[in-house]
């Protein structure tokens, strides 16, 4: 059986659905005229890398979705540790517990702020200048799409290794509290 065939194995099927998803809630933000609406977009795309990080490292109900993130950005995003540091200290735990990025962030020194740019690839997490502060930009479009080609080349690597598939069949039973019958079990 094929991880990959979407038709057949339940948790393939569910990685499809929010693929898909992603681009239909990006979309819908960028197109709303709700002003908020883009700081949605980026929270369900940070709760898309905290649920792939889970099914990366098997950690669902350890409470490490920072970590578990962390590693999914840079392993199949292929951000840098500064940019993934970056987002997740700007955009991710403020965004997550107060529905707003946080306004300052002090890094390595430095004073941080934000630009959130709806689709501009030329400044998606480049650093700017803005008076005194540093500036860490993001496109959400970009983010999106780069965030959905980490799903895909998750998913080709669980086709063929089987530490990642014990894992992932961890993190579906944690996850779903499923009784997977037998042949959908067979990872």
Not at 109 to 116: A, D, L
Not at 135 to 142: E, M, P, Q, V
Not at 144 to 155: A, F, T, V
Not at 158 to 171: A, S
């Amino acid at each position: 059986m094929h991880i990959n065939d979407e038709n057949k194995y339940f948790g393939a099927a569910q990685i499809g659905i929010r693929k898909h998803s992603v681009n239909q809630i990006i979309n819908f933000c960028l197109n709303s005229k709700i002003e908020e609406a883009p700081y949605l977009a980026l929270m369900y795309c940070f709760a898309t890398v905290d649920l792939m990080g889970a099914y990366l490292t098997g950690r669902f109900n350890e409470r490490k979705e920072t970590d578990n993130a962390f590693q999914f950005i840079n392993k199949y995003i292929g951000y840098s540790r500064e940019q993934t540091l970056l987002l997740q200290e700007i955009y991710r735990h403020k965004l997550v517990h107060t529905g707003l990025p946080t306004s300052f962030f002090k890094h390595n020194e430095e004073v941080f702020t934000w630009t959130i740019h709806y689709d501009n690839r030329n400044f998606h997490l480049k650093i700017t200048e803005n008076g005194q502060a540093r500036c860490f930009n993001i496109s959400i479009r970009d983010f999106g799409q780069d965030l959905i080609n980490g799903m895909i080349k998750y998913l080709d690597e669980l086709e063929v290794n089987d530490c990642l598939k014990q894992k992932y069949k961890k993190t579906l039973h944690e996850l779903w509290g499923l009784n997977l019958i037998q042949e959908q079990n067979k990872v």
